[in-house]
């Protein structure tokens, strides 16, 4: 797929809504408002060649969505040319196309007609799709019955069988429990492998380092940089940390949380401080603080937020990791779909997760509330909750899903 000096343009009209009636129009005279124009993406090119796999980072609003709409077909460029080779698929918006009143098993054929199947290759790898899903019996009851994570992994285990020559994936890769998550990605990962072409948008840079062999910055409707994916993931994250650290206010003193934890300015602590996390809970499946879960138990967690001014579109994130290392788990209400709303004053945001499946051992929890495009923080704690795995011997991996030994 090659995209050349594409470019998007939306226009609408200046000053005010539009007159409806002959009373408004009288009043406001019949001469129409000047048009508008804004590029939401110009002069971007693009080759993703067979079997290589491209990410596009940049905040909310720099483009990158529109430009994957394009590189679909679901928008057509304003100016520049796209050429495309082979079934494009797009991996946008897993539910879409999902329909509450037939099963899951209905679901499957239809979205695999959307996806490019025909009605025999759908029949002679629906196991594997079903398999997949880890849906069980609940794929002969009616979708309408599903939770939202049991419909996304519908949604990727269609997707993820219809053996497209171009993958255009948005944000849609952290789909259900660690376990799922990690099948997801190895799944990708042998898309890729056998000759698709991706190209990738998340706000997981990790994955753009570790799926990708080239990533292009988006700003502002615009290509700024492009390259190796280690190399412009870490100016990103610099950038990243640049603003939060010109918003950091000087001289703060250190914040002991209720819970006991201290938190350092510059240390385990960053952002503007706009707003603040002023307290965190772990709960766990009863509602109690906890420090300490089973393996493949579910947890709460909950921050008590305080906010110093009007904040609209706030995202909120969660990570367990480490030290330095990478992180296992790392999840934000944007890609969830969930809206933090508007900040004025206190707020509690809790976040439920049905199981986590982590080896025994010792982990470390970092929260954060960010400014509604990601381009710094308002409050984060890096590695400042800790979390207790119970378990007699720690395994020397991160996963512990379910599971059973037996000799056959």
């Known amino acids: 797929m090659t995209a050349v000096d594409v470019g998007k343009r939306f226009l609408w009209r200046s000053g005010g809504p539009r007159a409806r009636t002959l009373k408004q129009m009288a009043l406001r005279g019949f001469r129409s408002a000047p048009m508008q124009e804004h590029w939401a993406v110009r002069g971007v090119s693009l080759d993703v060649k067979a079997g290589e796999a491209v990410g596009v980072l940049g905040h909310n609003g720099s483009g990158k969505s529109t430009l994957l709409r394009m590189l679909g077909g679901v928008m057509q460029p304003d100016e520049g040319a796209i050429t495309r080779v082979g079934k494009v698929r797009g991996l946008l918006e897993l539910t879409t196309g999902i329909h509450g009143d037939l099963s899951g098993r209905e679901n499957i054929y239809i979205n695999g007609v959307i996806a490019g199947l025909t009605r025999r290759e759908i029949t002679a790898r629906i196991d594997e799709i079903i398999a997949f899903s880890e ?3 609940a794929i002969d009851t009616p979708v309408r019955t599903y939770s939202s994570g049991m419909k996304l992994r519908l949604g990727f285990s269609v997707a993820a069988h219809a053996d497209p020559d171009v993958l255009l994936i948005d944000e849609v890769l952290s789909v259900g429990d660690l376990a799922f998550q990690k099948k997801c990605l190895d799944r990708i990962h042998a898309i890729r492998d056998g000759g698709c072409a991706i190209v990738l948008i998340t706000h997981e840079l990790d994955q753009i380092e570790h799926i990708c062999e080239r990533a292009i910055w988006m700003s502002q409707g615009r290509c700024i940089a492009q390259g190796a994916p280690g190399m412009l993931v870490g100016e990103y994250r610099v950038a990243m940390d640049v603003e939060t650290s010109l918003r950091a206010p000087k001289d703060v003193e250190a914040l002991v949380l209720p819970s006991g934890v201290r938190l350092v300015m510059g240390e385990n602590r960053f952002g503007s401080l706009d707003a603040e996390i002023v307290d965190v809970r772990i709960l766990n499946a009863q509602g109690r603080p906890v420090r300490e879960i089973a393996p493949g138990a579910g947890l709460s967690v909950e921050l008590d937020i305080r906010a110093h001014k009007p904040i609209h579109g706030a995202r909120a994130c969660l990570s367990i990791g480490r030290g330095e290392l990478d992180d296992v788990l790392d999840l934000n ?13 206190d707020a509690r945001v809790r976040i439920d997760i049905e199981r986590l499946d982590l080896a025994p051992g010792p982990f470390e929890m970092s929260v954060g509330l960010y400014e509604a495009e990601w381009r710094y923080s308002y409050d984060y704690h890096w ?12 395994d020397r991996g991160w996963l512990g899903p379910p599971r059973t030994w037996r000799r056959l």
């Open 333 to 345: 209400s944007e890609r969830d779909g969930f809206k933090v709303g508007d900040l004025n004053g």
């Open 383 to 394: 590695r400042a909750h800790p979390l207790v795995v119970e378990g007699d011997k720690p």
């Open 135 to 137: 849906l069980g019996e």
